[in-house]
């Protein structure tokens, strides 16, 4: 399969076929037809005498800075060398793809002048599985220009890329590709930089991983009203349509799913009038965080086909603009909002643990042990729980209100969606290890109480029972704990040949 570029909009759902399936990736001849077009408009304007910035005059604070003619070419190399500054643990060959697809995306916009030869070099080394090494630290969040000169370096024979499992010198890398190192050209280096492709195509990836995680929250939470024996009053369609808050009737939907065919359908089986918020509130919760997703993945589709270029080439008009659409204020206030709202959900999930652990709440053996009180039971796994969450919640803050001034003053604002998306990353594997958590001890409680749960999320049980067996005699829970989050992590829950929440993925209750 090959993705191709250029002929309409790009989708989140093709960089995840390119970074996570591993897909190749080429120009469009309408995609190549722009690029050559601008690029004769940006030799014209190099010529002339129109200051320019990036193309006649330096970058930054250098923008006073009137570049010699002789000197333009040679600049357009000098930016990628200059600005890799990378520092810290290099991205994942996933993380890479997901760079170089978003940037590819943009280039084919026309807006940056850039060399058809080098876009066309670009695709080439992504499909070849040339995956330069890109420390995941150095930015800012308005351009992502360390991460972008680290993408370059191998590209032009330089810095150094993983091919088929090995980390080479760029160069090797490129020659046991079958590719040859690109000479970049006048304006190319900059052309390549001034984009937020790191943090787009991170951004998707991770967007995809907030969906996994929540869906495994939504089969925590089913399981869990299904040990507690819950009132399922919240999910009638008559309070739903009462308050119709945003999200709220597709998380209800989603919960509905997974309860299909649950003898709580029937209000007498439910043992309280009212069951405790974590339990009750749970499809308002979950809606606040699919309608942040949903905003979300709306604002990476357009960063995705935005030609964010600054200077911006408009090519019929024979002119380069400069401009702010390296600005990512929008995505960083979503992906915070995001953050926020996945906190609250995880509160919910760890207060849910403690109320069935609690006999008095449940009605079932104290920590849920058969064997009675000289057994530990899942008693200290209540700790997990209440240390995700403090986890969870810590790393819910946002970030994006500090930055100092850079480049002599002259970039005074930052937004930092870098940082809140390793904060993200770091926040997804804690709820997936809260999820995992909640998932294990609603499922005791279940079998505890002898309950049958209806068919989708019986087959949710099923997969769980595979990797985490009834708890009789204490044992170590933290590796089980460990094992299914990773489970989570792999889309297990979704994807298991099972069915489990695969059906219900199919079905429309779960993201797919």
Known sequence: ???????????????????????????????????????????????????????????????????????VAAFGRRVILGRAIGTGAPLSREAVRAVLFARASGMVRGGSGISPTVAEGWVAMLSAGVHPVIPRGGNLGAADLATL??????????????????????????????????????????????????????????????????????????????????????????????????????????????????????????????????FRSGAPVHGAVLMTLEHLREALRTELNAAAESPLLIAGEARMLSNSSFDLTALSVLLEALALALAHAASLSAWRVTKLLSASVTGLPRFLTPLGPSRAGFGPVGKVAASLDAEIRQLAMPCSMGTLAVADGVEDHATMVPLTLRQLTRQLAALRHLAATEMIVAAQALDLRGATPGPVLRRVLEDLRRLVPFLEEDRPMGPEIERLATFIAAGGLELGNSGGLASAAREGAVPA
């Open 1 to 71: 399969m090959t993705v191709t570029l250029g002929d309409g909009p790009a989708t989140p759902e093709e960089l995840l076929r390119v970074a996570q399936g591993g897909e190749a990736v080429r120009l469009s001849p309408a995609a190549l037809e722009r690029l050559q077009a601008g690029r004769a408009v940006v030799e014209r304007l190099a010529a002339g005498d129109h200051a320019i910035y990036g193309l006649t005059t330096g970058l930054g604070a250098a923008v006073d800075t009137r570049l010699a003619p002789e000197d």
């Open 149 to 278: 000169s680290h993408a370059t370096l191998p590209l032009t024979g330089l810095g150094e890329a993983e091919y088929r499992g090995e980390v080479l010198p760029g160069a090797e890398a490129l020659r046991r590709a079958g590719l040859a190192p690109l000479e970049l050209g006048l304006r190319d280096g900059h052309a390549i930089l001034s984009h937020n492709a790191g943090s787009v195509g991170q951004g998707v990836l991770l967007l995809r991983e907030a969906e996994v995680a929540l869906g495994a929250l939504d089969s925590a939470l089913a399981l869990g009203l299904e040990a507690m024996r819950a009132n399922l009053a919240p999910l009638d369609p008559r309070c739903l349509a009462a308050r119709p808050a945003p999200g709220l009737q597709a998380a209800a939907a989603r919960l509905g799913r997974l309860l299909e065919g649950s003898a709580l359908h029937d209000p007498a089986e439910a043992r309280r009038l009212q069951d405790p918020l974590s």
